[in-house]
């Protein structure tokens, strides 16, 4: 099973600071890693499809790069609606597995 | 609008056994992958399950395998979870999703329903 270890926990930042959120795997899963935001009460949304395609509707501030083991998620500029918790994901092998998330809180 | 509704949760007893059923709309529900993601109460996501088109391949997690069952028919544009021999660890929230269309070999999960509760207490 690939293990993602979604790293720091928390990030505590301000409306319009840039955030960068890591995602590292235990393997290589090539360019097969999702990013998804979950706001309390709601089901998770997907922002990010095989590391750097922003899925349909997500605003241009949010952007993914990364392969092999080591990716990442920025928000060029934070917005009130973007503090979340974030999770990534891979499908380069079954199991699929989810990393333990990312919480951007306002500081 | 693409929709996915998901039914069928509620309180069970361990070892007992609950079908969810999702319910999908605005899209053609045959061409894509299908999957079930939990979420315990105050915990991160974790895949349960995924089908894919016409049922030609379906996948577990480890956890759940010889006990959950999923399927799909694509004539009522449903997905479904047969659960059996529940444990209180499968307590959790219960969102269906769909995954790309087309050849993909594995998924990534969008949209998402609104999920359904399953708590497993005597």
């Known amino acids: 099973e690939i293990v993602l270890t979604q790293s720091p926990a928390t990030l505590s930042l301000s409306p319009g600071e840039r955030a960068t959120l890591s995602c590292r795997a235990s393997?290589?899963?090539?360019?097969?890693l999702a990013w998804y935001q979950q706001k309390p009460g709601q089901a998770p949304r997907l922002l990010i499809y095989?590391?750097?395609n922003r899925a349909t509707g997500v605003p241009a501030r949010f952007s993914g790069s990364g392969s092999g083991t080591d990716f990442t998620l920025t928000i060029s500029s934070l917005e009130a609606e973007d503090f979340a918790v974030y999770y990534c994901?891979?499908?380069?092998?079954?199991?699929?597995?989810f990393g333990g998330g990312t919480e951007v809180e306002i500081k | 609008e693409v929709q996915l509704v998901e039914s069928g949760g509620g309180l069970v007893q361990p070892g007992g056994s609950l079908r969810l059923s999702c319910a999908a709309s605005?899209?053609?529900?045959?061409?894509?992958?299908m999957s079930w993601v939990r979420q315990a109460p105050g915990k991160g996501l974790e895949w349960v399950a995924s089908?894919?088109?016409?049922?030609?391949?379906?996948y577990y997690v480890d956890s759940v395998k010889g006990r959950f069952t999923i399927t799909r028919d694509d004539a009522k544009n449903s997905l479904y979870v047969q659960m059996n021999n529940l444990r209180a660890e499968d307590t959790a929230v219960y969102y269906c999703?769909?995954?790309?269309?087309?050849?993909?070999?594995?998924?990534?999960?969008?949209?998402w329903g609104q999920g359904t509760l399953v708590t497993v207490s005597s």
């Open positions: 095989d590391a750097s």
């Open positions: 089908i894919k088109q016409r049922g030609s391949e379906n």
């Open positions: 605005g899209f053609t529900f045959s061409n894509y992958w």
């Open positions: 994901q891979q499908r380069g092998n079954w199991p699929l597995t």
């Open positions: 393997q290589s899963v090539g360019s097969y």
């Open positions: 999703a769909r995954g790309p269309g087309g050849g993909y070999g594995t998924t990534w999960f969008d949209p």
